[in-house]
C-alpha cells in the first residue's frame, strides 16, 4: 500500500474517532445553519482539523481544500488533499447513522488516492490509482448489471439547488420505471463507494462540491466503473452533477436522462 494512503487512512480513522464518540453523546453536538439548506457542527470541524493535523505530520508541504476550513496552503502544491470530514452531517444530526468521511489526494492535478470511511459500520473503502478499490482490503467491483431493468440506483435531492426540483423529478420518474428501486441516503460520498462494492448499480445527483465527490470519483474508476456528468463528459468537477455506475448502467441512465435535461444541465 503507497504510504500516501497509509497516512489518509489514519486520518481518516481519527476523524472517524471523532464522530462516532459525538454520535454518542448528542448533546455535545452544536449545529449551525451555514447556508440555504445546510448546516454545520462543531464535530465537522473538530473532524476536519483531526484530518489536517494527521496529514500535516507527514506532509507539512501540503495544500489542503476542505468543505469547512476552506484552502490551506497554496492551491497550486502538486500535492492537493480534497477533505470532507463528515459528509451526511444531517443524518449525523438527526442520530441517522449513516455518513461518512472522505479524504482524497490529487497529485499534480490528478486523484491518486482516496478513501471513504463509515465509522459506524467500520467500513473503509480504499483506491489507488491503477492498484484497484477495497474494502476492508478485499477487493471490490462494480456490478455487472448491463440493463437498467432490475437495477438498484441510488440518488440524491437537489435541495441546495431547489430550482432543478421539476427537471430532477423528471429525470427521477425517467429511472424509477426502469429500476428496481432508488435509494436516497444522505452521503454522496458513500453512495459513490457503494456504486464501487457492487451494492448500488448506478447514481446521479446534480451540484455537488468537489469534497463530496473526489474520493468516490476514484473508488468508482478503480472497481472498473465509470464516472460522466449528465452529457456524458468527463467534467464532474466543474459542473458537479455526476453519473456514476458500470459503463452499460451509465449509458442507458444517460440514454434516460437527456429528453429531461435544462438548458443549465446539459452544460
Excluded at 39 to 48: G, H, L, M, P, S
Excluded at 54 to 62: C, G, N
Excluded at 89 to 94: D, E, L, S, Y
Amino acid at each position: 500500500m503507497h504510504p500516501m494512503l497509509n497516512i489518509a487512512i489514519r486520518a481518516a480513522r481519527n476523524a472517524g474517532n471523532v464522530i462516532a464518540r459525538a454520535f454518542e453523546h448528542p448533546d455535545k453536538i452544536e449545529a449551525v445553519q451555514k447556508g440555504n439548506n445546510d448546516i454545520v457542527t462543531n464535530i465537522d470541524k473538530e473532524a476536519e482539523t483531526a484530518i489536517i493535523e494527521t496529514i500535516k505530520k507527514s506532509y507539512p508541504d501540503h495544500g489542503f481544500v476542505g468543505e469547512e476550513f476552506g484552502q490551506q496552503g497554496s492551491a497550486e502544491s502538486d500535492y492537493l488533499w480534497i477533505i470532507d470530514p463528515l459528509d451526511g452531517t444531517t443524518n449525523f444530526v438527526k442520530g441517522i447513522p449513516h455518513f461518512s468521511v472522505s479524504i482524497a489526494l490529487k497529485v499534480k492535478g490528478k486523484i491518486e488516492h482516496a478513501v471513504v470511511y463509515d465509522p459506524m459500520r467500520n467500513e473503509l473503502f480504499a483506491a489507488s490509482r491503477g492498484q484497484g478499490a477495497q474494502l476492508n482490503g478485499r477487493r471490490i467491483r462494480t456490478s455487472n448489471m448491463k440493463e437498467l431493468s432490475g437495477v438498484l440506483l441510488a440518488t440524491g435531492f437537489p435541495h441546495r439547488s431547489k430550482h432543478h426540483t421539476e427537471a430532477y423529478l423528471n429525470i427521477f420518474g425517467a429511472l424509477f420505471v426502469h429500476s428496481t428501486d432508488i435509494r436516497r441516503s444522505g452521503s454522496a460520498a458513500l453512495d459513490l463507494a457503494y456504486v464501487a462494492a457492487g451494492r448500488h448499480d448506478g447514481f446521479w445527483e446534480i451540484a455537488l462540491k468537489p469534497w463530496d465527490t473526489a474520493a468516490g470519483i476514484l473508488l468508482v474508476k478503480e472497481a472498473g466503473g465509470l464516472i460522466t456528468d449528465f452529457i456524458g463528459n468527463d467534467n464532474v468537477e466543474k459542473t458537479g452533477n455526476i453519473v456514476a455506475g458500470g459503463p452499460k448502467v451509465v449509458q442507458n441512465m444517460l440514454k434516460e436522462m437527456r429528453p429531461h435535461l435544462t438548458e443549465s444541465l446539459s452544460r
